[in-house]
């Protein structure tokens, strides 16, 4: 059974970057069946897609946070990183790992970690 | 404010049926299929129905999607108080090349 955990620090000063790891267990990231993506919810508030990573190093961004982001593959284990740069308050939410397959199909999410920015 | 619009609540009572509504544009529901997902207090969202009305393994047969021009539903029949969940919509955008939520709505079983 697939299983994805989000991992990295709970709190964030402002202005600082944002870094959070998935780990994949019981199958491999290398497949060229699906991608790899990042999710968050602010507290109360809906989803919003931050962005995705094919195997080969692909990269797909929310145009909305396309300056700020960066998602990469671990080189040496099964997991894949968010970087997030110039965070503010409102970057404070929780943050979604997932599998997808083509398009919008999410079919495999971790727990998610929340993250809150303040000083 | 979101890409796809969605009444922000429902609700129903025990054995009945409700059906949620998602609105979108040709840039994403008019061109791509439309996925579901529920997500119960407290848990991250589990993938509910995809491709239009496709139903992942274990998910019951009470719930059914469908997809029309630019908007999609999702019908829940036999309410159950366990269904009782926040339920988003979702598409890939071919104009801004990414994946796009609706706004969620609020299932409240009376």
């Known amino acids: 059974q697939l299983q994805l955990q989000e991992s990295g620090p709970g709190l964030v000063k402002p202005s600082e970057t944002l870094s959070l790891t998935c780990t994949v267990s019981g199958g491999s990231i290398s497949s060229s069946v699906y991608y790899w993506g990042w999710i968050r919810q602010p507290p109360g508030k809906g989803l919003e897609w931050i962005g995705s990573i094919y195997y080969s190093g692909d990269t797909y961004y929310n145009p909305s946070l396309k300056s700020q982001v960066t998602i990469s593959v671990g080189t040496s284990k099964n997991q894949f990183s968010l970087r997030l740069s110039s965070v503010t308050a409102a970057d404070t939410a929780v943050y979604y790992c997932?599998?997808?397959?083509?398009?919008?199909?999410?079919?495999?999410w971790g727990q998610g970690t929340l993250v809150t920015v303040s000083s | 404010q979101s890409v796809l619009t969605q009444s922000p609540s429902a609700s129903g009572t025990p054995g009945q049926g409700v059906t949620i509504s998602c609105s979108g544009s040709?840039?994403?529901?008019?061109?791509?299929?439309v996925n579901w997902y529920q997500q119960l207090p407290g848990t991250a969202p589990k993938l509910l129905i995809y491709s239009n009305s496709q139903r992942p393994s274990g998910v019951p047969d009470r719930f059914s999607g469908s997809k029309s021009g630019t908007s999609a539903s999702l019908a829940i029949s036999g309410l159950q108080s366990e269904d009782e969940a926040d339920y988003y919509c979702?598409?890939?955008?071919?104009?801004?090349?990414?994946?796009?939520f609706g706004g969620g709505t609020k299932l409240t079983v009376l």
């Open positions: 040709s840039s994403n529901i008019g061109r791509n299929t």
């Open positions: 979702a598409a890939w955008d071919d104009s801004l090349k990414g994946v796009v």
């Open positions: 997932a599998r997808s397959r083509a398009g919008a199909t999410l079919d495999y």
